[in-house]
């Protein structure tokens, strides 16, 4: 936690680090104690300064921002707009702060009230729709995963510190699920979204034999037309496309194209 | 070649003499949503676990000789400067038992490549000079073309294959180390109703080929097709994913990353090997992409097999096995593709 | 000396989720004693609502970071309830095991990073890593072992992949298992020298009638499904759990709060201790008697013993799981499900207390109820209760802003909250 | 355990010294090298000088000008460069380096003494042996000097065999040219010297425009280019395009015009494919190329 870093001669400036977190389940944060066996060398390479999880110790100083979770509430607009302010880089940590994670599941219901009633009664309770960070300020970075590899952000932190640029895969997840030597689940009968999916997980899910949910968002090429034949091939409706897709969010952009016409999937509900 | 026949329970024994060995055949996995059974290589202990009558695998073996992933080199890094130490990854032989001939063919294809053209590449060399290879005849499968490739049958690249006469193998021995093997078995010379038998099943398997490619003039009529609107179509359904060339026994294309560990200390280089289905797969410094369409993509797959490779090497770098076909969630197989490219749908 | 003070702690640190404290004494009289959760509701019963069964467990898990494991199974467990499955007793020793890891780790976490800093007078971990790097060492090595288990048992240590309605996708290979049954074996010596690493802490002499909830093991100490009890005496069926948590919402708090016999209650280690300490592990109960913790012990301090108690309990009764699974060959890893009308409850012992799910579904197979009642929304009533009980006694005694604010940060830090979950 | 089958060390199994073409162990095992001396030309470029550390090794490495060598730095990068300097200095090379990526951009943080492993030199070379006795043309845009840079002074160092040799080099702006210091040097050994830029600025008194109104005045000069001239050419692909397309039209034979193609390359060995066009590797066949090979080369350009 002292001395000067250097790599191959060149001095290496220690980065301040803080970790927020916005609405989430502070799972990505937690993935970073959770490298045991390299952390406290992942501690030497970086100056914490601000982890709530953590530490008591804070400060407002900080070059890069590690933020977690999505925005649903106002105040949490405030809170992101600050932490901008303060870093040089923000990183959006996880699917949450990337696409909105699960919690923008609950966008599908067009009338946020029935959404509250339905988990509070008359109780009054402040909430907005889910947007992830880059819809209120300006992402440099953004770790993908629910949860985030916790291999991935310290080879991602190792490389800021270094200077390198910091490259994701761009092709699917059925990449790493084949190098992993697994059966396509789609033989064995399960939906996966592997094809359509970023890898950089190791295909973490399929080569524990359950179907890709899309967590990372869709892979550089995605395609979902395919994607949707096969589906149908292999004998899933279009619900469970859906179901998958829209998941984690990332693949809202997408909406337009397999979603049905309006993006809020429309349930139909008693008004209680 | 020198030819024996042995009686089918001295395979028991010959798994037995080689036992103190590591021994990767093929072994059941199970059955897909269909209820046929799938197979793969793996490395097995026990003779029960293989299952010689198999189809074929869904992987190839090709990750024997070139794992997905191999560390090239790693480095420690000092105050003043670096040392770099390199590791084949191999310490000791391995014997394949019941390789069949597509996956033996594919591994000469390799051999053009990455052993015997200048510069032959020490990580591959390493294991595949290092593997004993059992071989044995095959029962074709729906999507298996490999005797319009010309690899249906092998004539070189093994130790020991073998072929099923019913209650005998017919065994054709190409290594010393294979026949002073099968001398400790009760081997046979072939009798002149051993090498009926044996013509004959070879025979009854060639009509039992049901895929075929039409490689007449094939490197030419690519040439010619280049501009094709085939390949948009293709292109279409292609996933980008890379599956193809992640199952294909000869599919060599890698990359390189290199990484440091956190503690600044080391680092390392991992190869891994690449597709070029895959998108960045051109790209270069600056994000200039040479082949930025999936079906220009798709179609390089097919030029460097049939139509590259051919002018380098004088034959192509496919062996027919269809494992891409199969293995491909969009259904591309390459005798639909070749025939939509030669203009008959 | 009559004492003056203001507390107030915003976003309180080494703590999941956001929660402040605020303490107001003039004179020597509490004037306000408060503990708030303004953390952001996700809405998770509304999200499921309209979802497949599937969702459920894979959805409903990301309630929590630090806990998923338990979500994930109290989930499957609702769910399975609802649709008439009975785990086979294998899904039920692996889920079991896995549940342990989870417990391990997550005490492990929470003992070493979150509480222990406090009681060595530093700030977080950090620095311990330089003073007293042999216990952030051990803290890690114990830490790898439950993580590395749930990898091989769950397939992930957070948001488990494995694990699904009618059991696990995959079954972890044998030998993986020996492993971990050495490396358990390996670790009591850790335990014990964190056993010992508590007894020279001074847990803070303070303590309040409580009533404690948690589930009711009948042989063994109680983690998955079962009957409900608490110590005033009321017992409960699993599906009862409404009448066991009676659930409100009240002004400070985005989370819920629960009530029972008493205007507030706890769950958690020492809940589940002070139910069950017959059935722990003799050892785990020797380690327990030798750091003071004898039931029905009503300081809440003593939770972080408690956990302390549970990890030596969880390693020991591992070791009879695993030579379990070891001893007969593996059945099926899953068994088929068939959806159905119906509802199910879910009650499981996570980390910090008894969690509940409940699903409702359709015909079809959908949600179109779901209900969540997490162990910290549980506690945070009493959480509050605490806080006003230890203004009004260190009111009297004097004591320093700094004091109190401490004493009143390590009370919310030994029940170990999880609040993002507590709100979900 | 008699059926124990023999272990074979590919690496012991070769005979003769280390380095060899067919030598499987001189595949990942660089030779160790060290930046001796770094020169910034620009912003982006640096002109570096490195020295393999072994002298017997040194010695030995010798490269012909339009070959290239892979570069590495652990943990960071290898990557391509064109050796840009002469060739009869042996393991003594210099490199001219735009910082654009990893490797590149951590390369110009490094100070003198760093080292770096080099491996090669790869690939085809400029056939100067067959240039003798005629003109030579030196086309070179942007970056394409480098390349051009080793031919040059190859031809410097027994200028009396060539005819008349000429330099015709376009940069974007003046601080994008490179080696300006050499100029003068250049001119001495009787080199006609051609040097435009596509924007002036206010210290500029040299001339504006595109190369193509350069390579105009010179084949103005001479009334076919067919039988004497060998020409050169490097820079991006549109410029050589063009180029090479002016060349033919002034009846120079495609295969008397070279170019050096750039690819992605992860071994610069033919093994990696990532410079794969069709069957030719460009990093075995090429990187320099004749125009005929450029033109048969499907999506070469
Ligand atoms: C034969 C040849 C000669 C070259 N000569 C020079 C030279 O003299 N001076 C110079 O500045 N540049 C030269 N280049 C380009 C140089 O190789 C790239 O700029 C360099 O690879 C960028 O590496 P990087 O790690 O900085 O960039 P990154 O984009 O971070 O590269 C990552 C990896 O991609 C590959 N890659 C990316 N772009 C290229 C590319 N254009 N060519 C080859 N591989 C690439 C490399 O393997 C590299 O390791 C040459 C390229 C080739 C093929
Ligand atoms: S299981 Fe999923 S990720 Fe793996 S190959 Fe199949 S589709 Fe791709
Ligand atoms: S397999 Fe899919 S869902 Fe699983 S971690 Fe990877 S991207 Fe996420
Ligand atoms: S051809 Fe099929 S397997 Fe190959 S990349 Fe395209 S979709 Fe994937």
């Known amino acids: 936690m002292s001395g000067q870093l250097s790599y191959l001669g060149v001095p290496l400036t220690r980065p301040k680090v803080g970790f927020f977190e916005l609405s989430s389940c502070e799972g990505c944060q937690l993935q970073l104690l959770n490298n045991e066996a390299t952390l406290l060398d992942f501690l030497n390479l970086v100056e914490i300064v601000n982890f709530r999880e953590g530490m008591s110790e804070r400060s407002d100083t900080y070059d890069i921002a590690f933020v977690e979770g999505s925005v649903t509430r106002q105040d949490e607009i405030t809170r992101l707009t600050e932490i901008r302010k303060n870093a040089k880089i923000l990183v959006a940590l996880g699917s949450c702060a990337c696409f909105g994670g699960v919690n923008q599941l609950k966008n599908r219901f067009r009338d946020l009230e029935w959404v509250k009633k339905e988990v509070y009664g008359d109780f009054p309770i402040d909430t907005m729709e889910v947007h992830p960070l880059a819809d209120f300020v300006q992402v440099d970075l953004s770790i993908f995963g629910c949860p985030i590899k916790k291999e991935e952000v310290e080879r991602i932190v190792t490389d800021l510190v270094l200077g390198k640029a910091v490259h994701h895969p761009e092709y699917p997840v059925c990449v790493e699920c084949k190098a992993n030597q697994n059966i396509c689940l789609f033989e064995l009968g399960e939906p996966c979204l592997g094809p359509v999916t970023r890898a950089g997980c190791d295909a973490w899910c399929t080569s524990n034999r359950r179907g890709c949910w899309g967590c990372r968002g869709p892979a550089e090429a995605a395609n979902l037309k395919q994607l949707e034949e096969i589906m149908h091939t292999y004998g899933f409706n279009k619900e469970a496309v859906i179901d998958r897709l829209e998941c984690f969010g990332g693949f809202a952009s997408y909406a337009h194209t397999t979603l049905p016409q309006n993006k809020k999937t429309p349930i139909k509900r008693k008004k209680s | 070649m020198i030819f024996k026949v042995f009686k089918k329970e001295e395979l028991a024994r010959l798994h037995e003499l080689l036992a103190v060995n590591i021994i990767v055949g093929p072994v059941s996995k199970g059955n897909d949503r269909n209820g046929k059974p799938l197979y793969d290589f793996d490395v097995t202990y026990d003779f029960n676990e293989l299952a010689l009558d198999y189809t074929q695998t869904v992987h190839s073996p090709k990750r024997f000789v070139l794992p997905y992933h191999e560390t090239l080199s790693t480095f420690s890094i000092t105050r003043d400067g670096w040392k770099k130490h390199v590791d084949l990854n191999v310490y000791r032989p391995l014997v394949f038992f019941g390789m069949h001939a597509c996956d033996i063919n594919a591994l000469n294809k390799l051999d053009l490549v990455l052993a015997q053209s200048t510069y032959p590449n020490p990580y591959y060399m390493g294991k595949r000079k290092n593997l004993f290879i059992i071989g044995m005849g095959c029962n074709p499968e729906p999507q298996c073309f490999c005797r319009s490739m010309g690899t249906d049958s092998v004539l070189h690249g093994f130790d020991l294959f073998l072929t099923d006469l019913g209650g005998k193998y017919f065994a054709e021995i190409l290594s010393a180390t294979a026949f002073d093997l099968l001398t400790q078995l009760t081997c046979q010379d072939p009798s002149a109703k051993d090498l009926a038998l044996y013509k004959h099943a070879t025979k009854e398997k060639s009509k039992r080929y049901t895929a075929t490619v039409d490689t007449s003039d094939l490197t030419k009529i690519l040439d010619l097709e280049f501009e094709s609107t085939a390949w948009d179509a293709w292109g279409e359904k292609c996933l980008s994913c890379g599956t193809c060339a992640n199952v294909c026994p000869t599919c060599y294309c890698y990359g390189v990353d290199e990484h440091v560990d956190p503690d600044l200390k080391h680092a390392s280089k991992i190869k891994s090997l690449h597709s070029c289905n895959l998108i960045d797969f051109a790209k270069v410094a600056g994000g200039h992409n040479f082949r930025p369409t999936s079906a220009s993509r798709l179609k390089y797959r097919y030029y460097h097999k049939h139509r590259g490779f051919v002018e380098a090497f004088e034959e192509s770098l496919c062996v027919g096995c269809g494992r891409c076909g199969a293995a491909c969630l969009a259904d591309i197989t390459p005798p639909e593709v070749i025939a939509s490219v030669r203009g008959k749908e | 000396m009559k004492l003056s003070c203001e507390v107030n702690v915003h976003h309180l640190t080494r703590v999941e989720g956001h929660g402040n404290i605020k303490i107001s004494i003039k004179n020597g009289v509490v004037k306000k004693a408060q503990w708030e959760v303004v953390e952001t509701p996700r809405f998770f019963e509304a999200m499921l609502v309209g979802k497949h069964w599937e969702n459920a467990p894979y959805i409903s898990g990301r309630i929590c970071g630090i806990c998923s494991i338990g979500h994930t199974l109290a989930s499957i467990r609702a769910v399975e309830n609802a649709f008439g499955i009975t785990p086979s007793p294998q899904t039920a020793a692996l889920r079991l095991l896995l549940k342990h890891m989870e417990t391990l780790q997550s005490h492990i976490l929470h003992l070493y990073f979150l509480a222990a800093p406090d009681f060595l007078g530093t700030g977080s971990v950090l620095p311990l890593a330089k003073t007293h790097p042999e216990v952030v060492q051990r803290a890690l090595r114990l830490k790898l072992l439950a993580n590395d288990a749930c990898d091989i048992i769950g397939g992930r240590r957070l948001h488990p992949t494995r694990t699904v309605v009618g059991g696990f996708t995959m079954l972890p290979e044998k030998g993986q298992l020996e492993k971990i049954r050495q490396r358990l074996m390996a670790s009591v010596p850790d335990l014990l020298a964190s056993a010992e690493l508590f007894k020279t802490f001074t847990i803070p002499d303070f303590s309040r009638e409580t009533e404690f909830v948690s589930l009711k093991g009948d042989t063994r100490y109680p983690f998955i499904g079962g009957g409900l009890v608490s110590t005033d005496g009321v017992l409960k069926k699993e599906h009862e759990y409404r009448a066991m948590t009676n659930e409100y919402c009240a002004e400070g708090f985005t989370s819920k709060l629960s009530k029972l016999s008493r205007a507030s209650f706890a769950v958690g280690a020492l809940a589940r201790l002070n139910n069950n300490f017959p059935q722990l592990h003799p050892a785990a109960r020797e380690i327990s008697e030798s750091l003071g913790l004898i039931p029905t012990n009503h300081n809440p301090y003593m939770a972080n013993v408690a956990q302390l108690v549970e990890c030596v309990h969880v390693v020991l009764d591992s070791l009879r799981l695993i030579d379990t699974l070891l001893g007969s060959p593996w059945q099926e890893p899953r068994q088929p499900v068939h959806a159905k009308k119906g509802e199910g409850v879910g009650a499981v012992e996570v980390p910090r207390g008894i969690l509940y799910h409940y699903y409702k579904f359709d015909k079809n197979g959908k949600v179109s109820k779901a209900d969540c009642v997490i162990p910290t929304s549980q506690n945070h009533a009493n959480i509050l209760h605490d806080i006003e009980a230890l203004a009004g006694q260190y009111a009297k005694t004097g004591k320093k802003d700094r004091e109190i604010e401490l004493l009143a940060e390590m009370l919310v830090r030994a029940y170990d909250p999880c609040i993002s979950c507590s709100v979900h | ?301």
């Open chain 4, 1 to 301: 355990m008699q059926n124990k089958l023999n272990f074979i060390d590919i690496l012991d199994q070769t005979s003769g010294a280390r380095g060899g073409k067919e030598d499987p162990g001189s595949f990942e095992y660089t030779l160790s090298a060290e930046i001796t001396s770094i020169y910034p030309l620009t912003a982006t470029e640096k002109l570096y000088q490195i020295q393999i550390i072994d002298p017997d090794q040194r010695k030995r490495f010798s490269f012909r000008p339009g070959q290239f060598v892979m570069l590495e730095l652990p943990g960071i990068g290898e990557a391509p460069f064109s050796i840009s300097s002469s060739p009869i200095r042996h393991g003594d090379i210099e490199l001219c380096i735009r910082a654009v990526g990893n490797l590149t951009n951590f390369l110009a943080r490094v100070e003198r003494g760093t080292r770096v492993g080099i491996s090669g030199p790869f690939g085809t070379h400029f056939p100067l042996e067959k240039m003798q006795g005629q003109d030579i043309l030196l086309i070179g845009g942007g970056l394409g000097i480098v390349p051009l840079r080793s031919p040059l002074l190859a031809v410097l160092e027994n200028r009396s065999r060539y005819g008349r040799v000429d330099i015709m080099y376009g940069a974007k702006t003046p601080a994008e040219l490179l080696f300006t210091y050499q100029y003068e040097e250049w001119r001495r050994f009787d080199i006609e010297l051609g040097i435009t830029v596509d924007q002036a600025d206010k210290s500029w008194h040299g001339r504006t425009g595109l190369i193509t109104e350069l390579l105009q005045e010179r084949i103005s000069q001479t009334p076919n280019l067919r039988e004497n001239t060998y020409a050169i050419v490097c820079g991006p692909p549109v410029m050589f395009h063009f180029v090479c397309k002016m060349l033919t039209e002034a009846g120079l034979p495609m295969q008397k015009m070279f170019v050096s193609l750039e690819r992605r390359m992860h071994c610069g060995r033919g093994k990696c494919c990532r410079c794969n066009i069709g069957s030719t590797y460009t990093c075995l066949d090429g990187p320099v190329f004749d125009y005929w090979s450029v033109m048969n080369l499907k999506e070469a350009i």
